[in-house]
């Protein structure tokens, strides 16, 4: 049940733009997506629900394809702030309030 | 509002002692998580709570690892005769979240480091 995320790690310059994908094998409810840097708690970016609805962050954007199962994290205009791991969470029709992490993409955004 | 605070951060325990980790969720919140993170993996779901229930928790948990929530607010998580693959963060977290309605936005405590000797 644990969603695939890819690629599994990416390095950027500043100011670059880059996707992470999310996929699931079961048909989704929503999609949560977290960063956590080195040694810190996960924090909350955004979640996806199905019938289109968003909520989070103004300056990163995502996707939800429902009949694909997928979702994606768009990072635009990458700063260095936005280093970390990205871990989406995919919470299944039936299986409803809690999540699957997937095993997270590595950001490097370099000067 | 403090945020979600767990303690101890670190522990370390020699191989078959008892482990227990509180996790403080944010006030109103009546829905809190118990997840395990290992190196380069994301957060594992263990259990989780709405209010004082204990909703669901996690088929690949062992029967030694216990949790509780029992008035609703702090969480105790207990591990017995620990074992060496026990070792990871544990982490917690809470929502504002009602039955008839999917996982909200979970935010995460600091979490417990637990090393098993």
Same mark, same amino acid.
């Given at each position: 049940q644990q969603p695939v995320q890819s690629p599994q790690a990416v390095i950027l310059r500043e100011g670059e733009d880059a996707v992470i994908n999310c996929s699931s094998s079961k048909a989704l409810y929503s999609v949560h997506w977290y960063r956590q840097k080195h040694g810190e708690a996960p924090v909350f970016l955004m979640i996806l629900l199905k019938g289109g609805e968003q909520k989070g962050h103004d300056k990163i954007s995502a996707s939800f394809n429902e009949k694909k199962q997928q979702s994606s994290l768009y990072l635009t205009a *990458?700063?260095?702030?936005? *280093?970390g791991t990205y871990f989406c969470g995919t919470e299944i029709l039936d299986s409803w309030g809690k999540l699957q992490f997937g095993a997270g993409t590595q950001v490097v955004v370099t000067p | 509002d403090t945020g979600v605070s767990q303690n101890p951060r670190h522990k370390i325990t020699k191989r078959g002692q008892n482990v227990t980790f509180r996790c403080d969720p944010i006030s109103e919140h009546n829905r809190l998580y118990w997840y395990r993170q290992t190196l380069g993996q994301g957060p594992e779901f263990l259990t989780y709570f709405q209010n004082e229930a204990q909703l669901e928790k996690s088929r690949?948990?062992?029967?030694?690892f216990s949790a509780e929530r029992p008035k609703g607010s702090f969480s105790t998580l207990e591990i017995q005769r620990?074992?060496?693959?026990?070792s990871a963060m544990y982490l917690c977290a809470s929502s504002l979240t009602y039955l008839d309605r999917g996982a909200d936005t979970q935010y995460f405590g600091p979490g417990t480091r637990l090393t098993v000797l």
């Open positions: *990458s700063q260095l702030s936005y *280093s | 690949l948990l062992s029967d030694r620990t074992e060496q693959g026990d």
